[in-house]
């Protein structure tokens, strides 16, 4: 495995604890963080469907619903929604010999199953394995392979399974594994268009593709598959943008009141952050939106060498240098102010 001119080889010697752990277990839970999306779903049922060619049991258990524009990659079986009132739901995960996170490093991002997973790890009855490329890890994990310089966690994952083939000596990545791990880079690319995508990467993605992904039809599913409200909750965002600071800096407030009106979900909300950051002046942009619970997302880009995710550690989250996101208790009154006068603060001590 040759990654030229960036970040540095993991080899079979590096992947080893992961693998370890991998193969001594026999019952696994994967899951990803909160409002899942391309890189965690593909690295998750990329990954399951590797388990249960090597004789494991797999679960995939997420903290929150699927998005429907993800929803081909359900082949793997059912990805469930955890729900912490459910007795039956709570005793299986507690029986699983290893929890796999996948896409986050940081304990808080796996919502409701946070304490019942850190309970278990506490008893001793499962270990967790944690594989992401987000910055600064919490250290929770048994083993954990957290790389930055990777594009995606389907990256990680995809040469810890070339890893896997060289320990087993079997042919793991079948079609199926393919369409998973493509989407997956795919969308933590940006369609192979961010700062990450590397020459690796496009050897990568050619690798997957000789191998069964069908570039056309993934695209499809996850691009082209918009609801109609989802449409309205666009239309009805993109009158409610406000440019400030000279035009480097573009804001939007959701509430819940716009999603009610339009009939959309908070997955729906993914499509527009990319319309804040599309005017050229924009150096930072800032979606916040109201969440059901009162709680309010906050998602935040950047251009160039501005670590916005420097901004969402401030308040509990993480990320990327150009994408990072956190959830904040604040009123909506209070987010609608004191956010965008904070991304503004920020960015004034960037220059």
Known sequence: MIIPGYGRKLDLVEWSPVIEVLLDG??????????????????????????????????IVNPTEVPPNYGFLKKAGDIVQFDDRDEEAIQELSLCDVLVLLDANLSERIGTLRPHVLFAQELGS??????????????????????????STGELVYDLILALEEKTGMRLITPQVAEALYTAVMTDTGSFRFPKSSPYVYRLAGDLVEKGADPSRIYEYVYNSLTPQALKLLGLSLSAITISDDGKVASLFISQEMMKTTGSRLFDTDLIIGYLLSVPSVRISVLMTEMQDGRIKASFRSRGMIYVNELAKKYGGGGHMNAAGCLLHYSAEKARKVIPEDVRAFLAGQD
């Open 26 to 59: 026999q019952h696994f839970v994967l899951t990803t963080h909160e409002n899942s999306d391309g890189d965690g779903l593909g690295s998750q049922v990329a990954l399951a469907f590797v388990l249960k060619q090597l004789g494991r049991e797999v679960r």
């Open 126 to 151: 499962m270990k967790i394995a944690c594989i992401d490329h987000h910055l600064d890890p919490d250290d929770f994990a048994d083993v954990m392979v957290c790389e930055s310089y990777a594009s």
